[in-house]
């Protein structure tokens, strides 16, 4: 059978689907050792990423028929509006699990009910025999208005997951600064706002030869992404120190009107919660987590914590210190990189940042 161009465009298109499913199969059943014992945490959102890639199955209609107009407006409206809103599942469904936000998936689902209904409709339009909707004015108006609401989709996940990037790297309302993967948050946006041009210069040139050739570079970036993905990129050191905040006046002002009994319940309700039930032990240990076990106001204990206590971020990894030295003093033969895992810090590279922080800080207060 000689190689045309439509018989290529055919073979690109199951080149493409295939490595979205050997990629989808792969980030469902393989999960390394020993994470796999936490998948929540160390793998979220793995069933709204693997659905992603699975929905390139929508493509075999022109896996088999690239020369049907049908056909070809169905890959161009699964190249562009698609492909960006499974962009947005991606990152919503991994950083929203990170970031325990559950309030993203209705609103998200909702927003790309329009490009559902439309890619299902033009899978049984490619089935149907003969010309429906391809190459006609519908066709050019419904594949841009879905693609610009796609595009403002995705703008908007990339804005807010890098707003939560930059917010955690100046806030100390976290005890360990490796809980939320800023180098990972850092390089998927980067691959998004890429894919964004890529997927927009491929639909405006409106050319089947260039979509093949975009498609052979998604797939290439579809195996990167299994890649960096394999090994779970929670609990890595961040590319910034955690600076120290000013406390809201906010805070302050309900600080100040709490009376001295309420500060002292409120005080020792947090130190059962971190010290008694040793909650600073948990790697990923948040202020609303303390607040939320204590039975109080997040203001009250973020207020009574900077005011009482130095601060969250240097309140939990105080004791989070001490207990190496504790941990190192009860068991002479232990490795170093077994008392700081047992400490509640993510790694060794945290645990000496964190040290030399608080150290700095303890020098320049003394």
């Known amino acids: 059978m000689p190689l045309t161009p439509t018989y ?19 980030r469902w059943f393989h999960m390394c050792r020993p994470y796999n014992r936490d998948p929540e945490y160390y793998y979220p959102g793995r069933p709204f990423v693997t659905l992603a890639w699975l929905s390139s199955l929508f493509l075999l209609p022109y896996m088999f028929h690239p020369e049907s107009p049908d056909a070809w407006f169905l ?31 209705w609103p998200t689902l909702i927003a790309g009910i329009p490009v559902i209904l439309m890619l299902i409709a033009a899978v049984v339009l490619a089935i149907i025999p ?29 804005g807010v997951i890098f707003i939560w990037a930059k917010r955690l790297t100046s806030s100390e ?6 809980d939320f993967p800023v180098e990972q948050a850092t390089r998927w946006l980067k691959i998004i706002l890429f894919n964004i041009v890529l997927c927009w210069a491929g639909i405006l040139i409106d050319n089947q030869t260039v979509l093949a050739l975009m498609l052979l570079i998604l797939s290439f ?29 906010e805070t302050q002002v309900y600080h100040r ?22 909650g600073y032990l948990e790697p990923h240990l ?17 207020g009574i914590i900077k005011n009482e206590m130095g601060g969250f971020f240097t309140y939990v990894n105080t004791l989070r210190l001490k207990h190496v030295e504790q941990y190192l003093r009860e068991n002479p033969d232990a490795p170093i990189a077994e008392a700081i895992d047992a400490s509640g810090f993510g790694s060794r590279p945290t645990y000496y940042k964190i040290r030399h922080q608080l150290e700095m800080e303890e020098q320049q207060q003394s």
């Not at 290529?8 to 792969?26: D, E, H, R, S």
């Not at 161009?76 to 998936?105: A, D, E, H």
Request: charged fraction near 15%; include cysteine.
């Open 286 to 302: 948040t202020l609303q987590d303390v607040a939320d076990r204590c039975g109080y106001n997040r203001t009250y204990i973020s």
């Open 75 to 105: 890959m161009k409206l699964y190249f562009l509006p698609v492909t960006l809103y499974n962009f947005t599942l991606m990152l919503f469904s991994y950083f929203g699990s990170v970031m325990q936000w559950k309030q993203w998936r």
């Open 173 to 178: 309302d976290y005890s360990n600064p490796t």
């Open 130 to 158: 003969g010309d429906q909707i391809g190459g006609t004015t519908i066709e050019y108006f419904v594949l841009h208005a879905l693609s610009i609401l796609s595009t403002c989709i995705c703008l908007f996940s990339v």
């Open 8 to 26: 290529l465009y055919g073979l690109t298109a199951t080149a493409y689907i295939t490595t979205c499913l050997v990629v989808a199969i792969v």
């Open 221 to 249: 970036a579809s195996v990167l992404f299994l890649l960096t993905a394999l090994h779970p990129n929670r609990n890595r050191p961040m590319v910034e120190e955690p600076a120290v905040i000013e406390e809201p006046e």
């Open 257 to 278: 009107s709490l009376t001295k009994k309420k500060q002292d319940e409120i005080i020792k309700a947090i130190r059962t919660v971190v010290e008694t039930q040793r």
